[in-house]
């Protein structure tokens, strides 16, 4: 009992009802005017739409603050998903755990990074989330700010310490992930805080790609460009023997200024994969002349 008042207190500071309308027989009463149902799928529902005083009466009565749905998401994740802000202010008074984990592992930390939701990442960092922990598929709220191009959700992650090295079930990094998605203020924040532009995952199901070989095959000159002079190392092979010259030569899209970019740095133009394929014979595979005339302008061999 005396749980719940200090607990109907707090959510005064939130809603700002009056004492006596926020005790559990009087939230019972409302809820009932409302024809609200005291159970968990009404709770979920009024949290997804932000009705902070309506989920003020259910944590009155007592209804676990950590109750989750169907797919294990609590309240805080889902209005830390939503963005609303005031809703995960009342669940964290109610000591709602930050740092729980639906069925797929995900956290509220990792819901509101995904998503943008700048304040609701300080909030949740300021009451002890985790900044590096990692869903089923490993993924952390970094690549998930990341892939997104959230700049100032990053920006705060990396201030909290989340480690840039970590990699996910696909074997990327962050600023892989970034760089996939074509996130070039991330990608530049990321590399001018310390991630290894030649940092890739050999283990699984990963073909190990760099960085660099991910920029050269989306066709990525700039980024490719700042990670040759941060120190890419141009002739990395993948498991399957490709190197970064050859991800862009295999690519059906023009990659002409990339290639040139890798040459220019000391790409090998005859280096073979693990079928005996050089950049040069993608190129004629695909039946692209410009590429084939600066390949064999460079030194490929027929």
């Known amino acids: 009992m005396k749980f719940r008042v200090w607990l109907a207190v707090i959510i005064l500071c939130f809603i700002g009802h009056q004492a006596w309308a926020i005790t559990p027989e009087a939230a019972r009463t409302e809820l009932a005017q409302?024809?609200?149902?005291?159970?968990?799928?009404?709770?979920?529902?009024?949290?997804?739409?932000?009705?902070?005083?309506?989920?003020?009466w259910f944590l009155a009565i007592g209804m676990d603050v950590d109750t989750a749905n169907e797919f294990g998401e609590t309240g805080l994740m889902l209005a830390s998903e939503q963005g609303h802000l005031e809703m995960v202010r009342l669940l964290l008074a109610g000591n709602a755990n930050v740092n729980a984990q639906d069925l797929a592992k995900r956290t509220a930390l990792m819901n509101a990074a995904q998503n943008g939701h700048t304040a609701i990442v300080k909030?949740?960092?300021?009451?002890?989330?985790?900044?590096?922990?990692?869903?089923?598929?490993?993924?952390?709220?970094?690549?998930?700010?990341?892939?997104?191009?959230?700049?100032?959700?990053?920006?705060?992650?990396?201030?909290?310490?989340?480690?840039l090295k970590l990699i996910n079930n696909a074997g990327h990094t962050p600023?892989?992930?970034?760089?996939?998605?074509?996130?070039?203020?991330?990608?530049?924040?990321?590399?001018?805080?310390?991630?290894?532009?030649?940092?890739?995952?050999?283990s699984g199901f990963s073909m190990g790609e760099t960085p660099l070989i991910v920029a050269?095959?989306?066709?990525?000159?700039?980024?490719?460009?700042?990670?040759?002079?941060k120190g890419a190392k141009v002739n990395t092979k993948t498991k399957d023997g490709q190197t970064a010259l050859?991800?862009?030569?295999?690519?059906?899209?023009d990659r002409?200024?990339?290639?040139?970019?890798?040459?220019?740095?000391?790409?090998?133009?005859?280096?073979?994969?693990?079928?005996?394929?050089?950049a040069?014979?993608?190129?004629?595979?695909?039946?692209?002349?410009?590429?084939?005339?600066?390949?064999?302008?460079?030194?490929?061999?027929?």
Not at 38 to 52: D, M, P, Q, R, W
Not at 246 to 253: E, G, L, Q, T, V
Request: glycine content about 6%.
């Open 216 to 229: 050269a095959m989306k066709g990525k000159t700039d980024i490719a460009a700042v990670l040759i002079a």
């Open 175 to 202: 600023l892989v992930e970034a760089i996939i998605e074509g996130q070039d203020s991330i990608i530049q924040l990321l590399i001018s805080r310390g991630a290894d532009v030649n940092a890739r995952d050999l």
């Open 280 to 302: 040069l014979d993608y190129a004629l595979k695909r039946r692209d002349i410009l590429l084939f005339k600066i390949l064999m302008e460079s030194g490929a061999k027929e």
């Open 34 to 56: 409302e024809s609200i149902p005291y159970t968990v799928e009404a709770l979920v529902s009024h949290i997804e739409k932000g009705n902070t005083e309506v989920v003020g």
């Open 246 to 253: 050859i991800y862009a030569a295999r690519s059906p899209d």
């Open 256 to 278: 002409s200024e990339v290639v040139k970019l890798l040459i220019e740095n000391g790409a090998d133009v005859n280096a073979e994969d693990n079928t005996g394929m050089t």
């Open 123 to 163: 909030l949740l960092l300021t009451r002890g989330a985790d900044v590096d922990l990692a869903s089923q598929w490993k993924s952390t709220a970094l690549h998930e700010a990341s892939m997104n191009g959230h700049y100032d959700v990053a920006q705060i992650l990396l201030n909290a310490g989340a480690d």
